[in-house]
């Protein structure tokens, strides 16, 4: 009689869970079905074999100036919270107002667990010696990522075929170990996907538009309202198709949508990209970094 009773218990709670999992939401069944993914899992950057965390701490907010404010002190602490809290890249560049500081930011962190993408800027006379100037600025035997900066023009593939040759010979001498371009036009991010130079993108994406690549060869101004992310997600299919590295930038609008909301629906909007490797924000303040991880998280766990 016991083992009856047990039975018809059985049947009963398997018919109520295959009930409730009919019910629920086709989200949630996903994530459940697929292995979970946070913010700050190791990712391989397109076919380049460089890993990185999902996330990166960007350090030229307002060309760097936004994180100088905080002091050395302060900048090094936001560093090493960053990667205390996994996060594990830093996006620096030449330009930046941060670039002399990164070596003391990221000292006694262990280096082959730190992602160190830099930017050049321009067309230095001696390009492998701008190159190893990178090298000596942060301390390191090499670069993770290396990128030419800003590009705007069609055919910045032509006007800066030197730079690009220099970067193949500091890439056989492991000084950098992948290379690309960040891309500030439209037309000079359609070049950059045409080439096969190119290892590594970092893209402008974010749902509203702001700081998109826009059609002309031109860089964002303050009174340009913002362009249609539709040709620039167009590319980013291309770029996956072609293997490449990319990197989403700008997910915070540089720092303009100041309502939760946006920055919800935008980070939601790159968690929902499969040709996105990874994404960089530049942070000012812990509690930055913890909404970051957690909205990133978030998205992750649960999809749209």
Same mark, same amino acid.
């Given at each position: 009689?016991?083992?009856?009773?047990?039975?018809?218990?059985?049947?009963?709670?398997?018919?109520?869970?295959?009930?409730?999992?009919?019910?629920?939401?086709?989200?949630?069944?996903?994530?459940?079905?697929?292995?979970?993914?946070?913010?700050?899992?190791? *990712?391989?950057?397109?076919?380049?074999?460089?890993?990185?965390?999902?996330?990166?701490?960007?350090?030229?907010?307002?060309?760097?100036?936004?994180?100088?404010?905080?002091?050395?002190?302060?900048?090094?602490?936001?560093?090493?919270?960053?990667?205390?809290? /996994?996060?594990?890249?830093?996006?620096?560049?030449?330009?930046?107002?941060?670039?002399?500081?990164?070596? /003391?930011?990221?000292?006694?962190?262990?280096?082959?667990?730190?992602?160190?993408?830099?930017?050049?800027?321009?067309?230095?006379?001696?390009?492998?010696?701008?190159?190893?100037?990178?090298?000596?600025?942060?301390?390191?035997?090499?670069?993770?990522?290396?990128?030419?900066?800003?590009?705007?023009?069609?055919?910045?593939?032509?006007?800066?075929?030197?730079?690009?040759?220099?970067?193949?010979?500091?890439?056989?001498?492991?000084?950098?170990?992948?290379?690309?371009?960040?891309?500030?036009?439209?037309?000079?991010?359609?070049?950059?996907?045409?080439?096969?130079?190119?290892?590594?993108?970092?893209?402008?994406?974010?749902?509203? /538009?702001?700081?998109?690549? /826009?059609?002309?060869?031109?860089?964002?101004?303050?009174?340009?309202?913002?362009?249609?992310?539709?040709? *620039?997600?167009?590319?980013?299919?291309?770029?996956?198709?072609?293997?490449?590295?990319?990197?989403?930038?700008?997910?915070?609008?540089?720092?303009?949508? *100041?309502?939760?909301?946006?920055?919800?629906?935008?980070?939601?909007?790159?968690?929902?990209?499969?040709?996105?490797?990874?994404?960089?924000?530049?942070?000012?303040?812990?509690?930055?970094?913890?909404?970051?991880?957690?909205?990133?998280?978030?998205?992750?766990?649960?999809?749209?």
């Amino acid at each position: 009689m016991n083992s009856k009773y047990d039975r018809r218990k059985f049947l009963k709670h398997s018919t109520l869970a295959a009930g409730a999992l009919a019910l629920a939401p086709e989200g949630f069944l996903r994530a459940q079905a697929a292995p979970k993914r946070t913010a700050v899992d190791e *990712v391989t950057l397109g076919r380049t074999g460089v890993k990185l965390s999902r996330l990166g701490m960007g350090t030229g907010s307002n060309n760097g100036h936004i994180q100088t404010a905080l002091g050395r002190d302060g900048f090094t602490k936001l560093v090493h919270y960053a990667y205390d809290q /996994g996060v594990r890249w830093f996006d620096c560049a030449q330009s930046y107002a941060t670039f002399e500081w990164m070596a /003391g930011a990221i000292k006694g962190l262990p280096r082959e667990k730190i992602f160190l993408q830099t930017k050049m800027d321009g067309q230095p006379a001696d390009v492998l010696a701008a190159i190893d100037h990178h090298r000596q600025i942060y301390q390191t035997d090499y670069i993770d990522s290396m990128l030419i900066h800003c590009m705007v023009k069609t055919a910045w593939t032509d006007d800066f075929k030197r730079v690009m040759e220099a970067f193949d010979q500091a890439r056989e001498k492991k000084w950098i170990l992948a290379k690309g371009v960040s891309c500030h036009s439209l037309p000079a991010l359609r070049a950059a996907v045409a080439t096969e130079w190119t290892e590594v993108h970092l893209v402008r994406v974010n749902p509203q /538009g702001k700081r998109m690549d /826009g059609p002309e060869e031109q860089m964002w101004s303050p009174t340009d309202p913002g362009h249609d992310p539709a040709p *620039v997600l167009a590319e980013l299919k291309t770029m996956r198709a072609k293997g490449r590295g990319v990197i989403g930038m700008k997910i915070i609008g540089d720092g303009q949508f *100041v309502n939760p909301e946006d920055r919800e629906k935008s980070i939601r909007f790159a968690m929902s990209r499969p040709e996105l490797d990874a994404i960089v924000i530049g942070f000012k303040s812990t509690d930055e970094i913890d909404e970051a991880l957690k909205r990133m998280n978030q998205a992750l766990a649960f999809p749209a």
